[in-house]
């Protein structure tokens, strides 16, 4: 079974600043079948990455994933309020997995 | 409006049963594969169980299997999932989401969640 380590655990940083935000596989996988979310409270998940790097619909261009192998990234280019959530990272392929999450909170 | 709607979430005891139910609308149900995913309080999210657009493949974590069962019914656009025996440690929110289209385990649209504890 894959497992997802996300790092790290909590993110503290400003509007305007970047985010990166790191999912470890313990062991290599393919691209095309990690995803990530975006989750605030109280609420569902929300699709923002699949494929590694492509962008859901309706996901603004801020938000980029990236990697391969056993390292993957998502990036936010400047965190808008809204983006100040639980953003957790997803292997999928005949079952999936996700990581524990990585909280990004107002600094 | 692509919408899911959960429903059924409850107090139950150990050992007990629970039905819960998930409305689709907004989309053609049947062409879809659904998941349950599940959240405890304060915790990550689990993957629970899976089911085919046709409703022949099954699909559970290792958790459930034995005690719980996933269905559908495409006439009236509505997945279900049958909690026999539960435990405390299914004590969590339970969500319907959709596979994308492609038939990827990539859940693109999710429920609003149900909270089913377990507890006596």
């Known amino acids: 079974e894959i497992v997802l380590t996300q790092s790290p655990g909590t993110l503290s940083l400003s509007p305007g600043e970047g985010a990166s935000l790191s999912c470890r596989a313990s062991?290599?996988?393919?691209?095309?079948?990690l995803a990530w979310f975006q989750q605030k409270p109280g609420q569902a998940p929300r699709l923002l990455i699949y494929?590694?790097?492509t962008r859901a619909t309706g996901i603004p261009d801020r938000f980029s994933g990236g990697g391969s192998g056993t390292d993957f990234t998502l990036t936010i280019s400047r965190l808008e309020p809204e983006d100040f959530a639980v953003y957790y990272c997803?292997?999928?392929?005949?079952?999936?997995?996700f990581g524990q999450g990585t909280k990004v909170e107002i600094k | 409006e692509v919408k899911l709607l959960e429903s059924g979430g409850d107090l139950v005891q150990p050992g007990g049963s629970l039905r819960l139910s998930c409305a689709a609308s907004?989309?053609?149900?049947?062409?879809?594969?659904m998941s349950w995913v599940r959240q405890a309080p304060g915790k990550g999210l689990e993957w629970v169980s899976a089911?085919?657009?046709?409703?022949?493949?099954?699909y559970y974590t290792d958790s459930v299997k034995g005690r719980f069962t996933i269905s559908r019914d495409n006439s009236k656009n509505t997945l279900s999932l049958q909690m026999n025996s539960p435990r405390a440690e299914d004590t969590a929110v339970y969500y319907c989401?959709?596979?994308?289209?492609?038939?990827?385990?990539?859940?693109?649209?999710w429920g609003q969640g149900t909270l089913v504890t377990v507890s006596s």
């Open positions: 494929g590694a790097s």
């Open positions: 907004g989309f053609t149900f049947s062409g879809y594969a």
């Open positions: 089911l085919s657009a046709s409703g022949v493949a099954t």
């Open positions: 997803q292997h999928y392929r005949s079952s999936a997995t």
């Open positions: 062991q290599s996988i393919s691209s095309t079948f």
């Open positions: 989401a959709r596979h994308m289209a492609s038939g990827k385990w990539v859940f693109d649209l």
